[in-house]
């Protein structure tokens, strides 16, 4: 593929790259791409996790012990006819590597000290390949949805039109940490209604998918 960089353009890049004392990301919102001071942004990052109502300091590396009950419930599943040959190696042939943790700066709400949105990046890591065999199977359920509304656009299309009544009122809402904020237990009996209702799936199948580990929630993967 041609490279649209100019040469010198491809330096600066790679100079930036090995620059310790700047950090860049993409903003929040906007699509800007966002410098700041790494002390500055080291300490957004400190702050978000010093939050311990969403996270524990745990005394060790939980990974091994996730990885040897990722690949029993696995071993059940293939010994049930639920999951294939290959699906299995694919699901624990798996890196035994930790999310990553990093946030977004929010410019929008404060440029000169922006908060930041934490994300977990978890490409590669442990549950990696098992989060896409779930997003395999549901993905195409999901979009059967009435409640589901893929984009912007598709929101703008929706209401493009529309025959307001008097008494009607148009509002939003903007809900802090929505992922993080979803109950596990309620999210997975609302994913089991959906797809016993649909009885496209062995209701054994539908059962592995669904179920939740007993753990705390600090330590849900």
């Keep these: 593929m041609k490279n649209n960089l100019s040469k010198k353009e491809t ?16 903003a929040d919102k906007g699509g800007a791409i966002v410098i700041q001071n790494t002390t500055d942004y080291n300490m957004e990052c400190t702050r978000q996790l010093s ?23 696995c071993e059940k599943g293939k010994d049930l006819g639920i999951l294939s040959e290959s699906e299995f190696k694919y699901i624990v042939d798996t890196p035994k590597k930790l999310q990553v943790l990093y946030c977004l700066p929010k410019v929008h709400k404060n440029k000169e000290n922006p908060p930041g949105r934490p994300i977990i990046s978890g490409i590669g890591s442990l549950t990696s390949n098992l989060s896409q065999y779930i997003d395999t199977l549901l ?9 589901y ?57 539908i059962k592995f998918i669904t179920i939740v580990p007993k753990r705390d929630k600090y330590k849900s993967i």
């Design 11 to 26: 330096e600066v890049i790679k100079q930036l790259q090995k620059e310790k004392e700047i950090t860049i990301h993409p």
């Design 51 to 73: 939050d311990t109502n969403t996270y524990k300091k745990l005394k060790n590396n939980p990974t091994e012990q996730y990885y040897s009950e990722l690949k029993q419930y």
């Design 139 to 147: 993905q195409p359920r999901v979009k059967n949805i009435k409640s």
């Design 149 to 205: 509304i893929k984009d912007t656009t598709k929101v703008i299309n929706t209401v493009e039109n529309p025959k307001f009544e008097p008494h009607w009122h148009i509002g939003t809402l903007d809900v802090q940490s929505l992922y993080t904020s979803i109950n596990h237990q309620q999210c997975t009996e609302a994913i089991h209604k959906l797809l016993t209702k649909e009885a496209k799936l062995p209701s054994e199948q």
